[in-house]
Structure formats: C-alpha cells, structure tokens
C-alpha cells in the first residue's frame, strides 16, 4: 500500500461550503477563497474528485509513488488527508483508497451543484466512492510527528522516511480497521453528517448472499447539517428530543458533535420534490431513530414519546 498524504483545510463533512462548514486553515488560499476541497467528498456518479492545493508549478510528482518519466497519471494509491484541527495539531481526517493521482489538475467531469455553487471545476485525485472514508470530528485523533521529516508547509507530504514507519503503520491499521467495520454495516446509507437514513433501507437475504435494495430519494445533505449546528448553537448540546439521550454525556469528546437527524416526514413517504426546513428535522439518538421508523405510518415525535412514556421528558 503506497500512501500520500496531502494536507487540506480542516471541515467537517467536506460536503460542500455552508455558512457555518468551510474550509480553514490549510493554506492562505483559503484566507480569501473557498478552498476546493470544500467538496472533496461529493459524490459523482459513484466517484469523489479531491483536491490539494499545489505549489510549484502546480504539479504533483507523481514520480515519487513509481509513475514513470512521462505518465501523467498514477493509480492504486492511498491517500491520507490531513488538516489542522480548529485548536491545533496536524491529525489525519480521512482517506480515499485505490486512488488515481495526477501530476496535473484536470476538469471535473459532470460537477455537482455544489461544485459549482463555489466554483470547483478542477481535481487532481480521484477514487470510488465507496472506497473512501471521512472521520468524524471526534474520531480524528490520529496526528503525525513534529519537526523534520515531518509535515509541514507544504500541502504534499510523502512520508518517506525511516522515522514515519510506526507512524504509517498506525495509520494503515486505522484504514483497515474502519474498513472492516464499514463492511460490516455496509447496508446502511449514511449522509454526509454522518447520520443512517433508515427510512431508506431495506433488505432481504436470499440464500447465502444478501440482497440489498436502496431506495433513493435527493436529500439535501446542507440542512442535515444546518439542523446540527443551529442546535449546538442554540441549545450547547445535541440531545435526542424524545428521550434526552446526549452522546457526548457518555461517550465524551467522541460523541460531542454527533446525533441523528430524523425527517419527520420521511422522504420515503413523499410521492415528489419537497421543501425541507429546520422545523421539519428533528434531534434523535440512534435508537429512538431506529425504532420510530419501524412504525407504519412514521408517528411524529410526540406522538412516539407519548407512547413509550417519554412525554415528561425535559429537554
């Protein structure tokens, strides 16, 4: 497994700039501008096109991951991205497996809308979707060393020597490791905010395969996160509005930002487009989540907490 690592600015869904999720830091292009990497996790027809910001002559050097002189591209490649953290520190925030890098920036193919609300037109690594992973704020934990030989200015670094070994070898331990529980729960669909959409799901298992139907409906990942935000910032806490579970009480840092956000009209129930705004969102831990949407029809949420006795519930 060959790696490069390439240093962004810090987000947390890479999903598109909102008001309140854009790139910082990374680099002073993102000073005035919105860096592109600001959707470097959107999907594509099933690929993500990602982009660093590279300096001197706005070439990556390929040639040191074995391109040959001439090839303009290499492929197989992981690539480990990086970011500052709002209170510092380098940590890795993610990767994209089975990648194909470029020497050279090229134009996006078929760019989503939120490509081109900020105008990213250009990558210069790509891979499948499903071969790439974004951790979540509180998972990203995992930094590099300090000083020489170590990442640093530059937005490219190759990890090329002898005193990154452990370092590399703890980082391809977290990819396998998440790759393996991704697999395992490969049959949910999960957002950009890092929240199940349930409602989505279905399956049946036939023989020894499983058979896997997704119902797919547009969602637009912004609101799931402008619900979140708007939340935290209101309230200072995610807390499940039917049984005022909090991630974060229990779980610590690691469940600071984290929640569900269940639609209280399903989408699956909508027979067409609909507008969608905060007060159609609701707050929800992962197990009221899942067992309000195995009623049929969906009850809305005060309903549900009248039935299991959570109507004296105190936000």
């Given amino acids: 497994m060959k790696l490069l690592f390439c240093h962004v600015g810090w987000m947390t869904s890479y999903h598109g700039s909102t008001d309140e999720d854009y790139p910082l830091k990374g680099g002073k292009y993102n000073d005035s501008y919105i860096g592109h990497e600001a959707c470097n996790f959107v999907d594509i027809n099933g690929y993500l096109y990602g982009y660093v910001q590279v300096t001197k002559g706005k070439k990556i050097n390929i040639g040191r991951l074995g391109a040959g002189r001439g090839e303009q591209s290499i492929e197989n490649i992981t690539v480990v991205w990086l970011a500052t953290a709002p209170d510092g520190g380098i940590?890795?925030?993610?990767?994209y497996k089975y990648a194909t890098i470029y020497r050279q920036y090229k134009k996006t193919p078929t760019p989503s809308e939120l490509h081109l609300k900020d105008d990213i037109l250009y990558y210069n690594i790509k891979t499948e979707t499903k071969n790439a992973f974004l951790l979540q704020p509180g998972e990203r934990t995992l930094a590099p060393g300090k000083g020489k030989g170590w990442p640093g200015q530059s937005p490219l670094w190759y990890a090329s020597e002898p005193g990154n070994q452990q370092f590399i070898k703890t980082v391809k331990k977290l990819i396998n490791d998440k790759s393996i529980a991704h697999s395992i729960q490969s049959y949910d669909v999960t957002n950009a905010a890092g929240v199940t959409d349930l409602d989505l799901?279905?399956?049946a298992t036939e023989g020894r395969g499983v058979l896997?139907?997704?119902i797919k409906k547009e969602r637009n990942q912004v609101i799931i996160n402008q619900k979140k935000r708007h939340v935290l910032n209101t309230t200072g806490y995610l807390k499940c509005e039917i049984c005022n579970f909090s991630f974060k009480d229990v779980y610590g840092d690691l469940g600071s930002d984290f929640c569900e956000v269940h639609h209280i009209?399903?989408?699956?129930?909508?027979s067409?487009?609909?507008e969608t705004s905060?007060?159609?969102?609701?707050i929800v831990c992962s197990n009221c989540h899942r067992m309000i949407h195995r009623i049929t029809p969906v009850p809305d949420i005060e309903e549900f907490k009248s039935r299991f006795g959570f109507d004296n519930t105190k936000n």
């Fill in 265 to 270: 009209k399903p989408l699956s129930e909508a």
């Fill in 91 to 95: 940590v890795v925030i993610g990767w």
């Fill in 201 to 203: 799901m279905g399956s």
């Fill in 272 to 274: 067409d487009k609909i």
């Fill in 212 to 214: 896997v139907t997704h």
């Fill in 278 to 282: 905060l007060d159609d969102l609701a």
